[in-house]
């Protein structure tokens, strides 16, 4: 009888996929037959346990079946864009889904500060010298060619690394992001007025935007709409480094807002926040070494009619006249939330807050270090660093990290 059985459990393992234990060839008696595999070498493996012989069985967050362990894993690819992560965490390695961290992990050559990837229908890609008409990847277009090409379905602009002078300054008046690791606009040596202005819902990530000079010299003027700007740096703009107005909402995190203003005639130094929407953030900014005139609104942060609580942030030796002296001079009217409002540095041990090239990264033995503690959803610093790297979060735009 025992043949008989084993004889059939041969046959529809042949049939149906199915399989008898190699240790022991009785396996199958009276065993349903989709237990079993397929014939091997004249003899029946083992019991279906994995996903080789049923790749189907791989299904919800583990879609893919590794045939070396026979296991259902998230994904296979290594440190790149992969098809079977989810959009919020598009980049697969060691066979786990999680966020970009350079433009190189995306298809479409744009990791977003939020750590997805840029679909390549909606991106114009520019470069310093680019000569190409299409803007994209292959062939980038230089800064004038590809912001005439930003429309609502090619509305993410992104900047190759390099300098690009902006002499007339860059209007943005249509819903767009501007994505750009390592990428300076500057307008240093062009005529005066903002670097960039906005009138609709523009978000900055990664630029670095400086050299806005005379009196209406600023760096970001928004005027309309939204503003979002992350892990930005905006330094050395002699009228100061943004200015929000008029409903605009605002929302500013993980940015260095640095040696802007100047001590005769600036109206402010580093951010006025002039009657925005009262939804506006402004969560773990480093806001230091600024500088306004005596009539201004004070070297560090200012609120006029929307008094913006500044939250979780580095407010710093920032003066009037060229003078840091007193907390009106770092905040004019701006609440503060577990932010380090100070009249100098010294505390804060910043890496090189003194000769060029300046860095405002901490260094360990900070006052800012573990100190962030008003509640918030932000989970990474400047450079793309976990927050926290250790008991508590940090405040300003860095998280201190060994």
Known sequence: MKNVINAMCVASALLVGAACNHDNENYCEGAPQNDCRALVDGRV????????????????????CDMTTDTCVPCLGSNVEDMSCPTAAPVCSSQACGVCTADAQCSSGVCRAD????????????????AGNICDKNSPCDLTTGVGKISTSK???????????????????????????GATLDRSAGSPGPVVSTTAGVTLEFV??????????VGIN??????????????????????????????????????NGNPSNAPFGGVSLNAVNAATIFDFNTVADNDAGGAGLGGGVACVGTLVSVRNSIVSNNKMNGMSTGATTQLFNCPATTS???????????????????????????VAIDTATTTSTVDNDVDGDTRPQGAGKDQGADEFKQ
């Open 45 to 64: 493996d083992g019991p279906v346990t994995g996903c080789k012989a049923a790749p189907d069985k791989c299904t919800g967050d583990k879609p893919v």
């Open 340 to 366: 380090a409002v100070l009249t100098n540095s010294s505390t804060l041990k910043f890496k090189n807050d003194t000769i060029d090239p300046y860095d405002y990264h901490l260094t360990t033995g900070s």
């Open 222 to 259: 928004s005027t309309a709409g939204t503003l979002a700007m992350k892990r930005t740096t905006i330094y050395g703009n002699t009228a100061g480094g943004i200015a929000a107005s008029a409903g605009v909402t605002a929302t500013i995190v993980n940015n260095i807002i640095v040696r």
């Open 115 to 130: 750590g997805t990837c840029s679909s390549a229908a909606n991106v114009i890609s520019v470069a310093p010298g680019g």
């Open 208 to 217: 670095t935007v400086t050299g806005g000079h005379s009196t209406n010299g």
């Open 155 to 181: 509305n993410v602009l992104h900047l190759a690394p390099g300098n690009y002078p902006v002499n007339a300054g860059l209007t943005l008046a249509t819903d767009v992001a501007v994505v750009g690791r």
